[in-house]
């Protein structure tokens, strides 16, 4: 499959989405076990955890690429 620019452009729309369905699953998750969870809360800390994955991952490619 060639990689064109039109694709390219698509990425930042479809990892947006996948992320917030993501956000929305753990959401759901969270949601049956504390109920009474602000819902804004609870999605900024499925957030904050989302964002430390990503920096992990970032961290260990760039190990990669620099080792």
Do not use: C, W
Not at 4 to 16: A, F, Q, S, V
Not at 23 to 39: F, R
Not at 41 to 53: G, N, P
Request: charged share 35%; hydrophobic share 45%.
């Amino acid at each position: 499959m060639a990689l064109t620019i039109g694709k390219l452009n698509d990425y930042p729309r479809r990892i947006e989405q996948d992320i917030k369905a993501l956000i929305e699953k753990y959401h759901a998750m969270m949601g049956n076990n504390l109920p009474d969870l602000d819902e804004d809360l609870a999605d900024a800390f499925i957030m904050l955890e989302v964002r430390k994955v990503l920096k992990s991952i970032q961290d260990d490619k760039l190990e990669k690429l620099i080792s």
